[in-house]
């Protein structure tokens, strides 16, 4: 079955600051998808890739598909506190088989 | 829209006894699925349906049913819970089971066994 691997684990970086999540695939990726959960709640879609070299951006948070590395990236620009929580990647098996979820990326943002 | 709606948000259990974790979703959307998430341990699926009276068990079915009566609803049963059962219960919805439609997901119930 899939496994998705994120790295890294967790990050504390100063506010202001540039950082980036990976999220890597034992299989093909067929969709890939970023989520962000705050401390004791639920998941709050970032957004979807679809596509090999597809790239997205939501405000300051930009996200990357490399199909070839089965590898997707999220990269947060001039990190604020409101960034903080866990940043989890969901891709499925197929098109057509529930999401596996990596174990998540816990980002700390201090000032 | 409401979207996805979970209740109890939070619920104390002891060993042996039975629940049922209550989802509901108001977007008409066809596929629904359950996860557990534990400490380190990320979003495991338990069971998912991709339509009324249509389920199937994820990565960790063992201890919990599910059925789907109605497009609408889609609850999980505890039929004796056990404290490896501690663990915060998302239930998600999409229109399809695939992967190119967004996945919505509740706020969470967050159970512990005793």
């Known amino acids: 079955s899939q496994e998705l691997e994120q790295s890294p684990q967790s990050l504390i970086v100063q506010e202001g600051k540039n950082l980036t999540i990976n999220c890597t695939s034992s299989?093909?990726?067929?969709?890939l998808y970023w989520y962000k959960q705050k401390y004791g709640e639920g998941l709050i879609f970032l957004m979807m890739?679809?596509?090999?070299?597809e790239e997205k951006s939501h405000e300051k948070i930009t996200a990357k598909l490399d199909e070839k590395k089965q590898q997707s990236s999220l990269h947060i620009t001039a990190s604020q506190p409101s960034h903080a929580g866990i940043y989890l990647c969901?891709?499925?098996?197929?098109?057509?088989?529930?999401?596996?979820f990596g174990k998540g990326t816990r980002l700390s943002v201090i000032a | 829209n409401a979207g996805v709606t979970q209740t109890p948000k939070f619920q104390v259990l002891k060993t042996g006894q039975s629940m049922t974790l209550q989802c509901a979703q108001d977007?008409?959307?066809?596929?629904m699925s359950w996860y557990r998430q534990d400490p380190g341990m990320g979003l495991r699926l338990i069971h998912y349906?991709?339509?009324?009276?249509?389920?199937d068990q994820g990565e960790v079915p063992n201890g919990y049913n599910v059925s789907r009566s109605t497009t609408e609803d889609f609850p999980l049963r505890l039929l004796s819970a056990a404290p490896s059962q501690t663990s915060v219960y998302f239930c998600?919805?999409?229109?399809?089971?695939?992967?190119?439609?967004?996945?919505?997901f509740g706020p969470g119930t967050r159970l512990t066994v005793t």
């Open positions: 977007m008409n959307h066809e596929y």
């Open positions: 299989k093909t990726l067929y969709g």
């Open positions: 969901g891709a499925g098996n197929s098109g057509n088989t529930p999401l596996v």
């Open positions: 890739l679809q596509k090999g070299g």
């Open positions: 998600a919805s999409s229109y399809s089971i695939r992967s190119s439609y967004e996945q919505y």
């Open positions: 349906s991709v339509g009324a009276g249509i389920t």
